[in-house]
């Protein structure tokens, strides 16, 4: 897509934030900005045509593997972009977690699940220290640019750690802040280093960072 197009529509997400977006907080370890987060304003942003021309989605998914039956989070779902493919991925034998701390973001959703006929989803209002998950219960957990709007990251990583089974995965979308030329506000961008930084002294063992999208890294870490 045309460079100045993405750029507007990137500074357009910047406008959607839900809380101000000048990211007064830092993360303890790495000292990185920690972004607003997106309000419901940014809702129509998340399910635009050309997502799937930037982002590659079901590329993603097809790079974790998912397996039929599986147990999977999506935290910081949104309006569900990843959580339907997620449910088809799963089948019905498996269970979608949809997860986000805003009720309008869950109620759009639960809209999109009703209207796609899927019911493998369970909603859940997480809180901004912990998404309310049960414990060792969860195969994967993934992130899709929603790890950098953390304001709780350590609280949250804790918590996601012990929702995991042992072996479980945890897998964060960031886009890649090494890269200049993606033209997205820095706080909302994150490199690889800053990733492993954060995590890996939260007992989580890093296991990838794939690379084949065309501007995020898809990092991937294990409960031990
Ligand atoms: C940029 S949107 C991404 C939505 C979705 N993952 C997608 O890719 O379409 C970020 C989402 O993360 C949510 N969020 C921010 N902090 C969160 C937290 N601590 N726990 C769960 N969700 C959070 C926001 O409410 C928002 O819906």
């Known amino acids: 897509m045309e460079k100045s197009r993405f750029v507007g529509i990137a500074i357009l997400a910047a406008l959607l934030c839900a809380l101000p977006c000048s990211g007064a907080d830092v993360h303890p370890i790495t000292k990185r900005r920690i972004a607003g987060v997106m309000g419901p304003g940014g809702a129509d942003w998340l399910v635009r045509p050309e997502r799937q021309e930037e982002e590659h989605p079901d590329e993603a998914l097809d790079a974790l593997k998912i397996a039929k039956g599986a147990t999977v989070a999506d935290i910081g779902a949104g309006v569900g972009y990843f959580t339907w493919r997620l449910s088809e991925r799963v089948g019905p034998a498996g269970v979608v977690y949809g ?9 759009q959703l639960v809209r999109n699940m009703k209207a796609r006929k899927i019911t493998n989803v369970r909603p859940v209002l997480g809180g901004i220290d912990d998404p309310r998950l049960p414990n ?4 994967l957990i993934l992130l899709v640019d929603v790890y950098h709007e ?3 990251p350590v609280k ?21 802040a090494e890269d200049p030329n993606v033209p997205i506000r820095p706080e909302h961008k994150m490199t690889l280093k800053q990733v492993r930084a954060e995590i890996e002294p939260q007992g989580l063992v890093f296991v990838e960072s794939i690379e084949t999208l065309p501007q995020q890294h898809i990092i991937v870490f294990r409960r031990p």
């Open 99 to 107: 997860e986000d701390i805003q009720q309008a973001m869950l109620d």
């Open 136 to 139: 060792s219960s969860v195969d």
């Open 150 to 152: 953390f304001s709780e």
């Open 156 to 176: 949250m990583v804790d918590r996601m750690r012990e929702a995991l089974r042992p072996g479980g995965r945890l897998v964060l979308l960031e886009y890649r």
